[in-house]
C-alpha cells in the first residue's frame, strides 16, 4: 500500500534559520507527491506540489524536489518567519488514472520559528 | 468566491449516538472528499464522491457512510459512535478533469467531541 513517512517535531528554529523536513513515501504506481501546510485553527492548504520525477515544487520561499531514485520530498527554505509557524504534512496522490484520488498523508511536522 | 464550508464547527455527541456533518464544495466543484484527522495524526481519507455516488473508499468501517446532493454539496455520518472517533473531521472538493490530479481544496473542519 501508499505510506508516507516524515520526520517527527516539533522543529523549533529561530528567525532566518534554514528549514529541512525530510519526507519518503512508498507508493504503488507513480505517485504525484505534495507539502500541504495547516496554520492554527485552521483547515489544510496545499504549499506545493510535483507530479514527475525532478519536477521541484515551490511556493513562497519553500521548495521540494521529487526524487524517484530516493523516494523522497523533503521540504526546505532558506529563511523562515515567524509567520511560518505551522503544522506541514507531506502527502501522496497515487492513482492508476485521471481523477481526484485520496490523499495520503504523514503524520506532520509542528514547527515553531522564534524571534 | 466562497471556498469550502463545513458545519457545525464543533460538536459533542456520546458514545452510541449518531452524528451528521455537512460540507458545501468550493464553487464550481463536483467531488468531494472526506478525511479524519485525529489529534497529531495526519488526514486518514475515509471516502469520496462523485456523480452522487462513493468512488472511493478508504479502511473505515460501515458505520461511517455518506451521501452527495445534486447541488454537489454532501454529507458525513457516522453511526454508533465510539470514543475513538473523536477528531477534525475535513472535507475537501475538486473538480473532476483529465488530469493526472485534481487539486483537492480543504474546509476548516468539524471537530467532533465523544464523551
Known amino acids: 500500500g501508499n505510506s508516507v513517512t516524515q520526520m517527527e517535531g516539533p522543529v523549533t528554529l529561530s528567525e532566518e534559520a534554514f528549514l529541512t523536513i525530510n519526507c519518503t513515501y512508498t507508493?504503488?504506481?507513480?505517485?504525484?507527491l505534495f507539502w500541504y501546510v495547516q496554520y492554527p485553527g485552521e483547515g489544510l492548504q496545499l504549499l506545493l506540489k510535483?507530479?514527475?520525477?525532478?519536477d521541484k515544487g515551490s511556493n513562497k520561499g519553500f521548495e521540494a524536489t521529487y526524487r524517484k531514485e530516493t523516494t523522497s520530498f523533503h521540504l526546505e527554505k532558506g529563511s523562515v518567519q515567524v509567520s511560518d509557524s505551522a503544522v506541514y504534512f507531506c502527502a501522496l496522490s497515487a492513482g492508476s488514472g485521471a481523477g481526484s484520488y485520496q490523499l495520503t498523508f504523514g503524520k506532520g511536522t509542528k514547527l515553531s520559528v522564534i524571534p | 468566491d466562497a471556498g469550502v464550508t463545513q458545519s457545525p464547527t464543533h460538536l459533542i455527541k456520546t458514545r452510541g449516538q449518531q452524528v451528521t456533518l455537512r460540507c458545501s464544495p468550493k464553487s464550481g466543484h463536483d467531488t468531494v472528499s472526506w478525511y479524519q484527522q485525529a489529534l497529531g495524526q495526519g488526514p486518514q481519507f475515509i471516502f469520496q464522491?462523485?456523480?452522487?455516488?462513493?468512488?472511493q473508499r478508504g479502511n473505515f468501517p460501515d458505520r461511517f457512510s455518506g451521501h452527495q446532493f445534486p447541488n454537489y454539496s454532501s454529507e458525513l455520518n457516522v453511526n454508533a459512535l465510539l470514543l475513538g472517533d473523536s477528531a477534525l473531521y475535513l472535507c475537501a472538493s475538486s473538480l473532476e478533469t483529465l488530469a493526472l490530479y485534481n487539486e483537492q481544496f480543504f474546509g476548516p473542519g468539524t471537530r467532533l467531541t465523544v464523551l
Open positions: 507508493a504503488t504506481g507513480y505517485p504525484s
Open positions: 464522491y462523485y456523480e452522487e455516488e462513493e468512488r
Open positions: 510535483a507530479t514527475k520525477a525532478d
